[in-house]
């Protein structure tokens, strides 16, 4: 048997996605082995003694404090960038430059100037990049993506999702900071436009195409917040909450909403697509669950179907366990490093590669330009 390759993988930040990372890092060659093995060379954070615990618990060999130095070292192939947004360009273009392949959570930029640099770069060194749009990797909604692809729903008629979250409602919640980037639009970008709509507009092209044009409101319900760092009250910057209207260029109207004022919901992403012949509808808090009408069933017993997506023949599952027991949230992640490695094998880049998460940062862009000038917005490209 041939030896594996060693990557040596080299993390920037340890908060909830360096979390999510590093089980995946541990966990894809007990469930998908292949030709690559991963060894967690080093976490990088800027506080030494959290890097160090992180370090300790997860089984990183080291640390670094500067991003620079990670970047700079010869014994790291893979750089993983689990950090804020405000820090995705700098670290990918050096990253790049110094010869590593890419690993990047979303959104790519903060913008789309950010994150054309990005994809360019990497394309400019050559090396394997990959942005971290995880839901795709989700079994039941891989086999969303099987029931279009496969031509069972027809034409498409519509597409409609939303991602529902309710944890800034309260006006005492400062802004800036650890756990509170998001709400800074210096860091964030954006607001749930490229934090939870992002994800929504990814899966919605890779599900139906590229969307040609956007009609959006948003809303920041709080101006002005505490800043955690200077704690001086400053106007808020991102957008509380964000919804439009899409066409897609094959013809199906969309509709999407996201929001963090939603009161009673945590994280709740629906998604629905509404065809000719049948129509198919996800939700997060049940993950693991297609449902599906196929309007070409027999009339007695059409309905639809709650398919509980375990068995061996769906999506991912004959890597996990036996049909019946299901699956969670994690395991996207481990599905995408798997992804991501079996396309250094067969030399077919795993998508979302940096220039697929570009086209979302346009889709996003477009949004927020069409809040601002109250008017359909074409989406480049
Ligand atoms: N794919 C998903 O579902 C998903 C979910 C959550 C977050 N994200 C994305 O992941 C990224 C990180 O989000 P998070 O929720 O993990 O944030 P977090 O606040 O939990 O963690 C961020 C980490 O980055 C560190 N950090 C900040 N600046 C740094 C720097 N200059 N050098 C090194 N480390 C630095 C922080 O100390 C912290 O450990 C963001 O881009 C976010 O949009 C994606």
Sequence with gaps: MAAKKILNVGLVGYGFMGRAHSNAFHKVSHFFPGDHTLALQAICGRDRAKAEAFAAQWGYRGIETDWRKLVERGDIDVIDIASPNDTHEEIALAAAAAGKMVLCEKPLGRNPGESQRMADAVEKAGVANMVWYNYRRIPAVMLAKQVADEGKLGRVFHYRAKFLQDWTISPDLPQGGAGLWRLDASVAGSGVTGDLLAHCIDTAMWLNGPIAEVCAMTETFVKERKHTLTGEVAPVGIDDASAFLARFT????????????????????????????????????????????????????????????????????????????????????????????????????????????????????????????????????
């Design 250 to 381: 094959n013809g199906s109207l969309a509709t999407f909403e996201a929001t963090r004022y939603a009161r009673g919901h945590k994280a709740l992403y629906t998604l629905e697509m509404n065809g000719e012949h049948g129509s198919v509808f996800w939700d997060l808090h049940d993950l693991h669950r297609l449902q599906y009408f196929d309007h070409r069933d027999e009339g007695r017993v059409r309905g639809w179907r709650s398919i509980h997506v375990t068995d061996g023949d769906q999506p991912y599952m004959k890597n996990w366990w036996v049909p019946g027991l299901q699956i969670g949230y994690e395991h996207s992640f481990v599905h995408q490093v798997a992804d991501f490695l079996a396309g250094l094998s067969s030399g077919q880049p795993a998508e979302p590669t940096f220039r697929a998460g570009l086209a979302t940062d346009y889709v996003c862009d477009a949004v927020l330009r069409s809040a601002r000038s109250r008017s359909w917005e074409a989406v480049p490209g």
